[in-house]
């Protein structure tokens, strides 16, 4: 498998050398005598499961039959093409992983070796969260960050209805911005200065405060409550890091703001990158409170950082694409050696863009990764969890701020991934329909071939000696009879070199015994040649040769007669038996319902209801009244009128008015 996105076929020195030493020492040793540990199982892609069970238990790959990594991925993923954004920032189609299949077979796989071990089942001396959990920090929307959100919608209706150059316009990039949206109107405000008018809409409020503002307002609460402990906070965010070419950096902002309000310049600081040769130093002083705010990325202080001495708060500014990167963030502060019994950590969401549906998104693969390790798989499927491009109808739920919208993306897709289950469940049905006529027909055959072979085995037995052993033969030419081991030897390759050399030319056929034998070319191998010995079976047996000059093909002709064909017919008996279990295996599994049927048609009605109520939402349902045209029913006064007028005249002639039951038509005078 080549061209797809997070697997690298190019070998690198370090795999290769790690899988030689597993190699070596599971030849030697045999398999389970290695041990890993890790932290992260499954961090970038579920692709890095396959590489574990490679270098510690390659037999179960081999015994699965997906010892090939393709084989693998054909059985438990799904590869599709699309746009992704390449380091130079240009947009390129490739190939990547978007979904696994098949996971409870995956993970059985994995944990015939794994020992997973979380937090919560070693019981570790870790601080406890004040609440019990995160706590999720809300902030509504500006009416500008509102108004961007909305333009995005409409650029991803054009980007998805295919009238935009996706070279000029394309989901990641509004992906990107959409990210940045939630940061508040700063980030906003430097995304309209980058265009080509660089102007900002009229009235915008540049200074409008947004969840960075509540994250400020937090460290300084935080920063005067552990000032005794010299308490640490840690500041998350994966954008807005740098403010080059115009670009908003939260960094930045936090850091002057923090300053302006009293917090002294040298408590603060920029987490070092994983190569400065400062970085254990800085480390030492973070752990002995000399530095109380730091900010910095998963990357600079999301791994292999022990500062966790000190640390009392940790803050998510942005939401980051993978569960791992929330796991390793939290892995600072949620750590042994922390001297505060209970810690914080909080999520900073902005309501009304793209921030609360990010995060429900990668909460939800945290939530369904923790159930995978954790013997609780909740479903046969599932999206990678690498980065994700938002569509048009996320952005477009984010741009109404209704609820309803994102409940019905839920169910769309979940009606999808029920309804893709369905047609699995009927194919395999039709499978198993099928398998039940089949089996029958199989087992008769096989049958008849035993009977067949049983034949063949008897005049095999005719050619032994009293000890049951075949030492001579007759093969028999249609010129003479050959007796001699080395004649016999030379006169097959004599001929097997013919064939190879004419593969197509007739051949004449010779016998031994009751069998007639022929030299013929291995199916789909033009350079070698096989024996095909014809008895009662049908087809022939098949006796592999060699084709060199000293190949001892007599030996193999013995070899044959000596036991094959007995060791045919127990692999045929153990066939039927296995046959007759698949059968009762069909014959149970055929008419079964799927399972997921009441859920998909309920599903199905919920959508159907939501879309009717969105529908109504955009259609005006007030109606306009024509009084000229509109019945009008007879009021008590007009029937009291009506009755002292018939009461008062006996003139036939005149005109009756209507009867006091019948609407009256028209406007009344």
Request: hydrophobic residues 35%; contains cysteine.
């Amino acid at each position: 498998m080549t061209d797809v996105a997070g697997v690298t076929t190019t070998p690198s020195g370090r795999a290769q050398d790690m899988q030689m030493k597993c190699d070596w020492m599971n030849e030697q040793l045999g398999q389970g005598h290695i041990l890993y540990c890790t932290g992260t199982p499954v961090s970038n892609s579920m692709t890095e499961l396959y590489v574990m069970i490679r270098y510690l238990h390659p037999e179960l790959l081999k015994a699965a039959g997906v010892e090939r990594f393709d084989d693998w991925a054909a059985t438990f993923g799904k590869v599709v093409c699309a746009y992704k954004q390449s380091p130079s920032g240009q947009l390129k189609l490739k190939t990547s992983f978007s979904k696994f299949a098949n996971l409870p077979e995956l993970m059985a796989m994995y944990k015939e070796f794994a020992d997973i071990q979380s937090a919560e089942k070693l019981h570790l001396p870790r601080p406890e969260l004040i609440g019990g959990k995160p706590e999720i920090v809300k902030v509504e929307a500006t009416p500008e960050q509102r108004a961007y959100v909305r333009e995005l919608a409409a650029r991803a209706q054009l980007i998805s209805s295919g009238a935009v150059d996706p070279h000029i316009d394309n989901l990641l990039k509004i992906t990107g911005e959409a990210r940045l949206i939630g940061m508040g109107n700063r980030a906003v405000a430097a995304m309209y200065r980058q265009r080509e008018d660089g102007e900002l809409p009229e009235g915008f409020m540049e200074d409008e405060p947004g969840k960075v503002d509540a994250c400020i307002d937090r460290v300084m609460q935080y920063y005067g409550e552990t000032a005794e402990q010299k308490g640490v906070q840690i500041i998350f965010s994966d954008i807005a890091v740098n403010s080059d070419n115009g670009n908003f950096s939260v960094y930045e902002y936090i850091r002057d703001a923090l300053i302006a309000r009293g917090i002294p310049k040298d408590e603060i600081i920029f987490a070092p990158k994983a190569d400065s040769k400062e970085r254990e130093a800085i480390f030492r002083d973070i752990n002995d409170g000399k530095y109380r705010v730091v900010i910095g990325s998963t990357g600079t202080i999301g791994t292999g950082a022990n500062i966790q001495q000190r640390l009392y708060a940790a803050h998510h500014v942005d939401i980051p694409w993978k569960p791992s990167d929330f796991s390793q963030r939290e892995g600072r502060i949620l750590r042994q050696g922390n001297t505060f019994p209970e810690v914080r950590i909080l999520n900073y969401v902005t309501e009304g863009t793209l921030d609360s549906y990010l995060y429900q998104v990668v909460t939800d693969k945290a939530r369904f990764i923790a159930q995978l390790l954790d013997d609780e798989c909740p479903a046969r499927v599932s999206e990678d969890c690498d980065e994700k491009v938002l569509t048009y109808a996320e952005l477009q739920a984010a741009a109404e701020g209704n609820p309803d919208f994102k409940t019905r993306i839920e169910l769309s897709n979940r009606i999808a991934e029920l309804t893709a289950l369905k047609q699995a469940h009927l194919h395999e049905q039709g499978k198993m329909q099928k398998r039940v006529e089949q089996i029958p027909q199989e087992i008769a055959q096989i049958r008849t071939q035993i009977g067949q072979m049983q034949e063949d085995q008897k005049s095999a037995a005719a050619m032994r000696d009293s000890e049951g052993k075949v030492k001579s033969f007759d093969f028999v030419t249609p010129t003479r009879t050959i007796r001699r081991h080395e004649d016999i030897n030379a006169f097959l390759h004599e001929q097997i070199t013919k064939r190879i050399e004419r593969p197509f030319d007739e051949m004449p056929k010779f016998r031994i015994g009751d069998f007639t034998v022929s030299v013929e070319i291995r199916p789909g191998e033009m350079n070698e040649a096989m024996l095909a010995v014809k008895g009662k079976r049908e087809p022939s047996y098949v006796i592999q040769v060699g084709s060199a000059a000293n190949a001892d093909n007599w030996q193999r002709i013995v070899n044959f007669l000596d036991g094959a064909i007995e060791k045919a017919i127990t692999e045929s008996e153990t066939k039927i038996t296995k046959l007759e279990a698949d059968l009762k295996q069909a014959q149970e599994r055929v008419g079964v319902p799927f399972d997921g049927e009441a859920e998909l048609a309920k599903a199905q009605t919920d959508f159907a209801v939501l879309e009717a109520r969105l529908s109504g939402l955009s259609e005006q349902q007030d109606e306009v009244i024509d009084p000229d045209e509109t019945d009008e029913e007879e009021t008590d006064e007009e029937r009291v009128e009506r009755e002292a007028y018939q009461s008062q005249t006996d003139d036939d002639d005149l005109p009756m008015l209507p009867d006091s039951n019948a609407p009256t038509r028209g406007p009344r005078r």
